[in-house]
């Protein structure tokens, strides 16, 4: 069996197999992996597992999570000594207050010296945290599932560096490269469109959902740049206010499609003010709507440029998830930084450069005297290579 994203199987696998129990949830984006990971953990457990999944035609409620916590409780009975049994559930959020429902199951089997062990699934990143956080508290431990790095789809399907960087981290799509239109609508139709309409619009209020397909095609569109809230209602031409659109841009960051990074300022309320710098979570999200293709793209500079910038912002952005530290950009008239991460008080500065010629950095030296700097970094041109940065784990840049 090939293994995917090695090290959080592992990693999973290792808290399965502990005497401690905790729920174990995986949380991440759409497409990234979840189900088969959980698949991989089934298939690495010795003892019986029983997988079910409401993400179903037919409507699941808490008797039907009943039922399979039932059935497994059953494989539990059966199982050899010591080894014990797994449930799996995914789409957990598609479930009417599943989390309460799991909080008695789970400690019910708690103090009967139970032996099951649970994974729980869930795409829709706010409707899990908000179940995990109102009832589970103490009874569980998150693995985020993040959009592929250059590794995992290097490791998976030998994608080269400017394949990463135009087709993206999507290991569904992978296979489709070689057919462009086909990725393309993949990733419209299959990745896309589920996202905004199931995970979005069918589990959180939206009072504008067609304003919400267009901050997310704006976020494409412009990603890499930065763009204040009133450029973005005129390009929007729609009537609402900026605190719709940065709810909005809020929730598609917390379905892994678009990022809004805030202007470091030193100071939390300065931040806040600021206009934002949008950033796919995925270079496939922009391409995929694209009539430019892979071979265009590559000889178009100032297509590509964008596309590199915003490779390097998403390593960034999935990269740090999990961890203390923040990304953010910063600028001062012309000058500007294309990532700053901060980390308990200390600075990283990063700026990425898709040409190969050398280049002053008048941002970074303006950066550095304002705020003070633990390290600088250029990616790309003389500095570090695109390839070398893409492959290298994101908390590797703190220490």
Known sequence: MAIFKRATFQVLLKRVLEKRRFIQVLSGPRQTGKTTLARQVIGAFAGPAHYATADEPALKDRSWLEQQWETARHSVNTAAKGTGALLV???????????????????????????????????????????????????????????????????????????????????????????????????????????????????????????????????????????????????????????TIAHYLDLLRSAGLIASLQKYAGQQVRRRASSPKLLALNTGLMTSASRTGFG??????????????TAVGACLVNGLIGTTAELYYWSRGDREVDFV????????????????????????????????????????ANGIPLEEFLLTPSEKWLA
Request: hydrophobic share 40%.
């Open 89 to 243: 559930l995914d789409e957990i959020q598609k479930i009417p207050d599943w989390s309460e429902t799991v909080k008695r199951l789970w400690d019910e089997d708690t103090a009967g010296g139970s032996r099951l062990q649970v994974i729980i699934l869930g795409s829709a990143a706010p409707l899990v945290q908000k179940g995990l956080g109102d009832s589970l508290a103490g009874r569980y431990e998150v693995t985020h599932i993040t959009h592929w790095s250059l590794a995992e789809m290097r490791e998976a399907f030998s994608f080269s560096l400017d394949q990463f960087i135009y087709f993206g981290g999507y290991p569904g799509a992978a296979q489709l490269i070689d057919d462009e239109e086909r990725w393309s609508r993949y990733i419209r139709e299959s990745l896309i469109e589920p996202t905004i309409s199931r995970d979005i619009l069918l589990m959180t209020r939206v009072d504008k959902p067609a304003l919400l397909r267009r901050v997310f095609d704006l976020g494409c569109s412009y990603s890499g740049r930065v763009l204040s809230f009133q450029k973005m209602l005129g390009q929007l031409q729609d009537a609402g206010n900026t605190t």
């Open 296 to 309: 265009g793209a590559r000889k178009d500079t100032e297509y590509w440029g964008p596309l590199v910038e």
């Open 341 to 380: 991460i901060c980390n308990g008080g200390k600075l990283v500065a990063i700026e990425v450069k898709s040409g190969l010629k050398k280049t002053r950095l008048p941002g970074m030296t303006a950066f550095a005297d304002e705020f003070g700097v633990s390290r600088t970094l250029l990616v790309g």
